[in-house]
């Protein structure tokens, strides 16, 4: 796990994907009647505990207590996982549903010219520019609250492929993608510039480099809104299921 990562962690219409700019690289934890593998939450600021399970809740709390890092810690639980009642009982609380969408790169339309838009590669010295418009574009969303500001995207720039979209210096828009899985985790745009096009030219961008680097396919987890599901199935995205996510501080 990197130690950019815990750097971080310690510290209209709207869409929103979830990601943590820092490798999503997982260790197991097992004790007596439980396991889990431990990484960065991709949705908040906290440790997650992926794949859980347990026999049962003293289990539970003893698995816990073996996490070799501090809470707070969340969970993302898909419909019907076994570990959901002990998970409630244990104290975790609901923060944020999330819808999965997957499409091919082939067929996917190229988006037209935003009119005075361009597109750059993030770069870091662009921070301050970019946290404003996250928040702008981001704040209302439980997934940005629980990442808090700075979500650490702000010091993303080398990490996958990281797209801004500016009108003049004004930062309106942005994409972040994994690559070459096709991963878009973090995208959004401010108010003002909705319904432009911007956000389709973001996912342009985030196919062109998916297809660059030998990926066939781009995938995304949003935090579950009617815009969200408008947006993607426009484009052809079919849901790949939901999943709730739970935090315990």
């Known amino acids: 796990m990197s130690a950019s990562w815990w750097k971080c962690a310690s510290g209209s219409r709207t869409l929103a994907c979830a990601w943590t700019t820092w490798s ?3 260790s197991s934890v097992t004790t007596d009647g439980g396991q889990c593998q431990i990484g960065p939450s991709p949705t908040a600021r906290a440790v997650r505990l992926n794949n ?5 809740l003293a289990a539970l709390e003893a698995l816990i207590e073996a996490v070799p890092a501090v ?5 993302a639980l898909e419909p019907g996982d076994p570990a959901a009642p002990l998970v409630r009982e244990a104290g975790f609380e609901p923060y944020a549903t999330t819808a999965r969408f997957a499409r091919a790169i082939e067929g996917l339309p190229e988006a037209e010219p935003a009119d005075g838009v361009r597109l750059l590669t993030y770069d870091n010295a662009m921070a301050d520019r970019y946290e404003d418009a996250e928040f702008d574009a981001l704040h209302d969303l439980a997934i940005y609250k629980a990442m808090g500001r700075p979500t650490g995207y702000n010091e993303g720039a080398g990490y996958g492929d990281f797209t801004v979209a500016l009108r003049g210096d004004a930062l309106i828009g942005f994409c972040f993608t994994q690559v070459p899985e096709g991963i878009i985790w973090w995208l959004g745009v401010v108010p003002d510039e909705r319904r432009k096009g911007v956000a389709r030219l973001l996912i342009s961008s985030a ?4 297809r660059a680097a030998d990926g066939t396919h781009l995938l995304v987890e949003a935090e579950d809104t009617p815009e969200a599901r408008a947006f993607f199935g426009a484009l052809g995205f079919r849901e790949r299921g939901a999943r709730e996510l739970l935090l315990r501080s």
């Open 207 to 210: 196919a062109r480099a998916t």
């Open 52 to 56: 859980l399970r347990a026999r049962d």
């Open 24 to 26: 999503p690289t997982f």
């Open 71 to 75: 809470p707070p810690y969340d969970v």
